[in-house]
């Protein structure tokens, strides 16, 4: 059992109470991040006179020798190492000698692992930041192309109003740009280096936090060394926010479940984003839909478990925080798969716009629009409301629609009605006159979309690089 501490112990660790307390099983994806802080680290202390120039070439070509052996397969992260620093701290020991036990001068487990989280987790904002921008680049695309394609707007699950398959998409551009604004907000506040906090209190050694902060690129050191070893608040908002994200994809999940049913028919998903049945052949499933919607609960569930973990752990590190990372890894990658499988599924839909403009028309998704005809002719809408709903009434007793009734059926409800009334509730004319910028009207959904073109060609000016 590689272990970096022992010297207090006069008997080994029991083995089940070792691989109950080792780590290494899911922190070695963590490997790149510990030798990228550790390279820094003695690079900072040989500029601080702590190490020679010598000692720290030694141990930076022996750290970059065990990154490349372990990127080509040459060198496996052993089970029989504790964690992922006592892995890379005995194979630079092995490789260079006596050099590499001076690699730990100056740092505690605590604070290197501390900071090793950071570092990936940092990575993991902008990776899921540059899916969630191909993921609006794709709605975008579809709302260019589908500003006059006409469907039934909905609350409660019931037609409302007509609107248009770019208005409904612009709906989610909203939600996932403001998922983007959190990740950028999280990546400012998360980005200071808590490496030199030690175990909880500093170090005597004369370290200069300020200059490994600027060689990992962060914006500075943290300012207190129990809080900077203690801290998971970032890791809580990265999940917190991708849980957001989740609820975001589930909900537009169940819209493309509904969708794509056959009660519906308003979408065809591509064959290569579904799935079949074993036993019934004209099944074709919106699978991955689905297991977006499923999946959520799976991220969920990482932000409810470190919330749970932390709240009553007293200052500083307990060995509970180590549990910040099996679940918040899965976490991280459910999420990016559920982005980009999500993207890929609409980028490749195809629309029944016929079909989706039938189903508006057939909702009595212009009751409103003919309500207001008759307010324009001078009637109080509070008549003309119930007005319309006796229309309605008429319309389902006969099995038809406000726009194709005659003149006559709609004289014998009101004698207001004129020739202009089927001008007036047709879908183009009640979208076009919803004007106020938010709405779907054909010329305020195009400066929308001028706006949403110019904010995707702004490149994300992250705060390090």
């Not at 909702?363 to 006796?390: C, S, W």
Request: proline share 2%.
């Amino acid at each position: 059992m590689a272990q970096l501490w022992g010297g207090r112990f006069t008997k080994e660790t029991d083995q089940k109470v070792y691989e109950f307390n080792a780590s290494i099983g899911f922190d070695k994806r963590l490997y790149r991040q510990d030798i990228e802080g550790s390279i820094a680290h003695v690079t900072m202390l040989a500029k601080q006179g702590i190490l020679t120039v010598e000692e720290k070439a030694a141990i930076i070509d022996g750290l970059n020798s065990i990154l490349a052996d372990v990127e080509n397969g040459k060198l496996v992260i052993d089970y029989k190492y504790e964690d992922i620093h006592s892995f890379v701290e005995a194979n630079l020991i092995d490789r260079i000698g006596d050099a590499g036990k001076k690699l730990h001068t100056g740092r505690s487990r605590n604070d290197q692992v501390a900071l090793d989280m950071r570092l990936y987790t940092r990575l993991q904002v902008k990776e899921v930041d540059e899916l969630l921008k191909e993921l609006l680049e794709v709605i975008l695309n579809t709302m260019e192309e589908n500003v006059e394609t006409y469907m039934p707007g909905f609350t409660h699950l019931q037609k409302a109003q007509p609107t248009t398959l770019a208005h409904h998409y612009g709906a989610y551009f909203e939600m996932f740009k403001r998922d983007r604004l959190r990740m950028y907000d999280i990546f400012k506040r998360m980005n200071y280096c808590p490496l030199g906090a030690g175990a909880l209190a500093g170090t005597t050694y004369p370290l200069d936090r300020d200059y490994t902060a600027q060689l990992l690129g962060f914006d500075g050191p943290t300012l207190n060394s129990m809080d900077s070893v203690a801290d998971r608040d970032y890791l809580i908002e990265f999940l917190s926010a991708l849980s957001t994200v989740m609820m975001h994809l589930s909900r537009f999940s169940e819209e493309v479940i509904i969708w794509n049913s056959n009660e519906y028919q308003f979408v065809e998903i591509d064959d290569a984003f579904s799935t079949g049945s074993s036993i019934m052949p004209q099944k074709k499933n919106p699978d991955i839909a689905e297991l977006v919607r499923g999946k959520t609960g799976r991220v969920y569930g990482a932000l409810v478990s470190l919330l749970t973990t932390m709240k009553g752990l007293p200052l500083a590190y307990n060995k509970d925080m180590q549990e910040d990372k099996e679940m918040a890894f899965d976490a991280f990658d459910t999420a990016k798969d559920c982005i980009s499988l999500f993207t890929g599924m609409l980028a490749t839909m195809k629309f029944r716009k016929e079909r989706m403009a039938t189903s508006a028309m057939n909702g009595f998704t212009n009751a409103t629009d003919a309500a207001d005809y008759l307010v324009n002719k001078g009637m109080p809408f509070r008549d003309a409301h119930g007005v319309i709903g006796r229309l309605v009434l008429y319309c389902i007793e006969k099995n038809t629609s406000i726009d194709a009734l005659s003149l006559e059926e709609l004289q014998s409800i009101s004698d207001m009605f004129e020739e202009d009334i089927f001008d007036a509730v047709s879908l183009k004319t009640c979208v076009e006159k919803r004007l106020t910028l938010g709405a779907p009207g054909p010329d305020v959904m195009q400066q929308v979309i001028a706006l949403h073109k110019e904010y995707l060609a702004t490149e994300q000016i992250w705060l390090a690089e």
